[in-house]
């Protein structure tokens, strides 16, 4: 627990995340001024949330622990604390911390939105905050872990910040053609991009995601004998 409360701590002292948060506020930030210059609506957080955010969120999820964690394969580091702590153990434990910084990357930027959209509009949309919320921190723990995942079957420093990223677009482009609209990947964060709702099938890929990535951190090797 020591080490797990540790690592939490790490992820307020890296720059990857603060540039992640700052990232996701400038994208939510310029939703919510296009949105009121237009006119503006009577779902200003649900519209601001879903007009930019949803189509870089991967990246943006990955991006506080990834570069960091490549660099302690570069240094020996994570060799150091596998040496300390068994392999499998040491892992997990940096599986959970790096799923929490994923998830806290996107739903920091989305309850500062959702203060703002309050301050603007107070009757507030308090029951659409709770389920995005929700949804935030599943997608934002999902692609974080699988970002942590690929560090174990590969050395190059940013696959593991883009590709993420990349497989999500390409799922975007692909399953609309493959009649897949249902897992259509934005909307396991923001439903309002098709003016659906939360339903079970909105956990279905961050659920593989996860899965991957906990099968890809038991069973990878390459990266840690490098």
């Known amino acids: ?12 002292t890296e720059p990857a995340f603060y540039i992640s948060t ?42 506080p622990y990834s570069v960091m964690i490549m660099q302690e394969r ?27 910084s994923g998830a806290a990357a996107l739903f920091i930027p989305e309850a500062v939105l959702f203060a703002a959209c309050l301050f603007i509009h107070p009757t507030g949309e308090i029951i ?6 929700l949804l935030s921190l599943s997608f934002g723990f999902a692609y974080a872990v699988f970002s942590y995942g690929l560090t174990f079957v590969n050395t190059q420093r940013y696959v593991p910040l883009v590709m993420p990223q990349v497989i999500y677009l390409l799922c975007i482009y692909a399953f609309p053609h493959l009649k897949l609209e249902r897992f259509y990947p934005p909307l396991d964060i923001s439903p309002a991009i098709y003016g659906g709702d939360i339903t079970a099938e909105r956990f279905f ?18 990266a840690d004998r490098k």
Do not use: H, W
């Open 1 to 12: 627990m020591k080490f797990i409360a540790t690592d939490i701590k790490r992820i307020f």
């Open 74 to 100: 570069e240094t020996r580091f994570s060799t150091l604390m596998i040496i300390r702590q068994r392999s499998k153990g040491y892992r997990l434990k940096r599986l959970l911390t790096v799923g929490i």
């Open 22 to 63: 700052g990232l996701s506020l400038l994208l939510l930030g310029g939703a919510l001024a296009y949105i009121l210059l237009n006119g503006g609506n009577d779902r200003l957080f649900v519209s601001a949330q879903s007009l930019a955010l949803p189509f870089a969120a991967p990246l943006l999820a990955a991006m």
């Open 205 to 222: 890929i961050p659920l593989v995601l996860s899965a991957a990535a906990l099968l890809l951190t038991l069973t990878g090797k390459e």
């Open 128 to 133: 659409y905050c709770i389920k995005y919320a």
